[in-house]
């Protein structure tokens, strides 16, 4: 066994990393991780084409084999020679920077087949690789995106929210795939509220956060200025922050947007709860652009992805980073590892009592 390569996450079981679009940078990041799976990389097994995957590697000149496997615990045997594949139904043709929809059925069953594998216990956490969501729209499907997608997947009720992650940030955006103009009309306290009340929850089960104190943003400039710049801080955040804090949840705010991400003031919380889209990925994509996760909190397992998109203009020429796809299998390992070592102490607590 190579050293320095984490054979499998929790109780010896692998992460399913999706295909996501193939003819952008997904596959050729996957590649590249697997090259580097000497600097603490989980074990992994991609649901793919190996032929696809095999040619991609020779055009690019990568010294990284590919072994189809047809189940994954066959996966911790072979990550360390060769990249574990498990083959979907059919061969996926692809040209690379060129979206087609005729690949959408594939891609969407590289999802479906993961969150499968993850909820039967087979693979211990998803990580996906970017899609392009206009490529599926053409081909009829009837989600926002990723996000959406995996809650209808996870079924019970689930309500996933997204959280952008790094060492020096934790940001989750109120409102993710609207206008600006929509969200700022949707803006409202039971929203706040039910999103906070998961991110608590989930600083504490999948990150360790023993008391987790979340920040809250304003809207306005100066978070209102008192009501000179606008009433919702007001009228809808600080109510909601009030009733997060008789609920048990230590929440701060409203905060003012244009200093809250400072490094000083950072250090007084474990994650902010944004109130839009922008407010949220703008300051963690200036700190950490090369190796922030999106993290999708309130499912039943874990998700995680590298926090770029498909990267279609650099499809195929080599110069695609995977340092956010590596920090996002390491994430999910670890946010696994840490929710399964939290199921044990409650299944163990059930059993006394």
């Known amino acids: 066994m190579i050293l320095g390569i984490s054979p499998a996450g929790g109780d010896g079981k692998p992460l399913a990393l999706t295909m ?76 690379t920077g060129e979206p087609d929809p005729a690949n959408a059925a594939a891609v969407l ?25 206009q490529s599926l729209y053409e081909a009829g499907f009837a989600f926002p995106g990723h996000t959406e997608f995996l809650e209808s997947l996870a079924g019970d009720k689930s309500t996933a929210v997204m959280m952008l992650a790094c060492p020096e940030l934790r940001v989750v955006p109120l409102s993710i795939h609207v206008s600006l103009a929509e969200a700022v009309g949707a803006l409202n306290a039971k929203d706040i509220i039910h999103k906070a009340v998961i991110t608590a929850d989930a600083l504490k089960n999948d990150f360790g956060a023993a008391a987790p104190r979340l920040a809250v943003a304003g809207l306005n400039p100066h978070a209102g200025e008192g009501g000179a710049m606008g009433a919702e801080e007001q009228t809808i955040i600080a109510p909601a922050v009030k009733e997060l804090r008789r609920m048990g949840v230590d929440a701060f705010g409203p905060e003012p947007p244009d200093t809250m991400f400072d490094a000083r003031a950072r250090k007084n919380y474990d994650a902010a709860l944004c109130m839009y889209h922008d407010q949220a990925l703008i300051p963690i994509k200036t700190i950490a652009f090369d190796h922030a996760v999106n993290v999708t909190l ?54 006394i009592h």
């Open 20 to 95: 996501g679009e193939p003819s952008g940078v997904g596959g050729e990041i996957t590649l590249k991780a697997w090259l580097r799976r000497e600097e603490g990389l989980p074990a992994f097994f991609v649901i793919d084409d190996p032929e696809r995957l095999e040619k991609l590697a020779a055009s690019l000149g990568f010294r990284a084999p590919v072994k189809a496997i047809s189940a994954p615990q066959e996966t911790a045997a072979v990550f360390p020679e060769s990249l574990p594949v498990l083959p979907l139904a059919g061969s996926v043709q692809a040209t």
């Open 109 to 133: 069953s590289s999802i479906e087949a993961a969150v499968g594998l993850v909820r039967s216990s087979h693979a211990l956490a998803l990580v996906t690789n970017p899609i392009q969501k």
């Open 298 to 351: 309130g499912l039943p397992f874990v998700r995680t992805s590298p926090d770029h998109g498909t990267a279609l203009d650099i499809a195929g020429t080599g110069k695609a980073g995977e340092t956010s796809l590596m920090a996002a299998l390491k994430m999910a390992a670890q946010m696994a590892g840490r929710r399964g070592a939290c199921q044990k102490i409650l299944d163990k607590n059930r059993s």
